[in-house]
């Protein structure tokens, strides 16, 4: 096809930002990803929060290494995550 071709759609000259690029919808993602961490994991955490010396210190690092979980996953993964929330 020559650049003279019409075509029934058009084509956007920029491709659309992410659906992530606001705090809101990251932070929709965390959101996510915790509670499933949780979910998957309850038992594991609710040992772990029962031992004893655990504290709030222990407990700020059991949770910024969960959400650190996050960072695995590529910008369009945690879209598709957002977007199929709900969807079982």
């Known amino acids: 096809m020559n650049?003279?071709?019409?075509?029934p759609f058009s084509i956007p000259s920029t491709l659309p930002s992410s659906l992530l690029s606001?705090?809101?919808?990251?932070?929709r993602f965390r959101d996510l990803y915790m509670s499933?961490?949780?979910q998957?994991?309850?038992?594991?955490?609710?040992?772990?929060?029962?031992?004893?010396g655990f504290d709030d210190s222990r407990l700020a690092v059991?949770?910024?290494s969960l959400e650190a979980g996050?960072?695995?996953?590529?910008?369009?993964?945690?879209?598709?995550?957002?977007l199929g929330?709900?969807?079982e």
């Open 70 to 82: 996050v960072d695995i996953f590529t910008e369009m993964e945690k879209e598709i995550g957002v």
């Open 3 to 7: 650049s003279a071709t019409a075509y």
């Open 62 to 64: 059991l949770v910024n």
């Open 40 to 52: 998957a994991f309850g038992g594991d955490l609710d040992k772990i929060r029962r031992e004893e």
């Open 36 to 38: 499933r961490m949780t």
């Open 85 to 87: 929330e709900g969807v």
């Open 22 to 27: 606001t705090p809101a919808a990251a932070q």
